[in-house]
């Protein structure tokens, strides 16, 4: 069974969906091996404009393998951690993508499920699926950067009742925290998902690519980091195709056709 299917739209936008429905979509070792070329395929794909992920069924995913972890108390420390640090940096690799990420939260996003979807830039679920990190209720401390990307999305305050309590936040509530970025109806999320990755995609990639750099990791220090870069970055923009492109689609009044440059 493909445990990850990839779907290359003709718009530039690619569709990764975690394929193990019956699971619930965990982190199996074969998935994440999947995950680990799928992801590494993209990168050196020029014609890649936008990446959504999303989980068959009715769970996005409810985090890594029970039954995997389980049979690690066989292990020592150093084993482990090598392992684990693997296993996280495969799955975040979604974040070392230039073009945007949007993560579809279509059902029940658990532990490190959640974690690996926050990593991408958008993140819009829906409105009844169930978020949640019950990292400390199974005896584990979070992982898969949890201390880093719930902070980053909705604050501190918001970030230690989950993790603390492991409480649920449905989609609804996460979107009004700032958790995700927005949430729709269930029936519609795909839909309107694939909308914005569609308009995501048709925008000029090289401003695109350089406006997510400018953004990573919750933007710039202060005004005048933001200053340099963009002081930068704009003129490399005004020094492309695209420019020239956008200005005329915009003087005779039509939808741009951007190039990969």
């Known amino acids: 069974m493909n445990e990850l299917l990839v779907d290359r739209r003709d718009d530039g936008v690619v ?22 070329r799928a992801v590494g395929d993209l990168k050196r794909d020029g014609d890649v404009r936008c990446v959504v992920v999303t ?28 392992r684990m640090l693997g296993f996280y940096r495969t799955w975040l690799s979604i974040a ?5 990420t949007i993560a579809a939260i279509n059902g029940a996003a658990v532990g490190a499920g959640l974690c690996f979807a926050l990593a991408c830039d958008l993140v819009y679920a829906a409105e009844d699926a169930k978020l949640l990190v019950p990292f400390t209720s199974l005896g584990l401390h979070p992982g898969m950067a949890a201390t880093y990307l719930l902070p ?44 914005i990755a569609s308009a995501t995609a048709a925008n000029a990639p090289v401003a695109t690519r350089l406006t997510k750099v400018a953004l990573a990791g919750g933007g710039h220090a202060d005004l005048d980091a933001a200053l340099r870069w963009e002081s930068l970055a704009q003129p490399v923009t005004m020094a492309t195709g695209d420019l020239l492109e956008g200005l005329a689609a915009q003087r005779e009044r039509r939808a741009p056709r951007f190039g990969n440059s």
Do not use: I, K, Y
């Open 15 to 36: 569709v990764l969906t975690l394929n193990r429905p019956d699971r619930r979509n965990s982190m199996t070792d074969g998935m994440t091996e999947q995950w680990r």
């Open 55 to 82: 989980g068959a069924g009715s769970a996005f995913c409810s985090g890594g393998d029970l039954s995997w972890l389980a049979d690690r108390g066989t292990e020592d420390v150093p084993a482990l951690r090598d």
């Open 96 to 100: 070392e993508l230039e073009v945007p």
């Open 152 to 195: 980053r999305a909705a604050g501190v305050g918001v970030a230690r009742e989950m993790l603390l309590t492991g409480r649920t936040v449905l989609g609804a509530e996460a979107a009004a925290t700032g958790l995700v970025t927005r949430a729709f109806p269930r029936e519609s999320l795909l839909a309107e998902v694939l909308g």
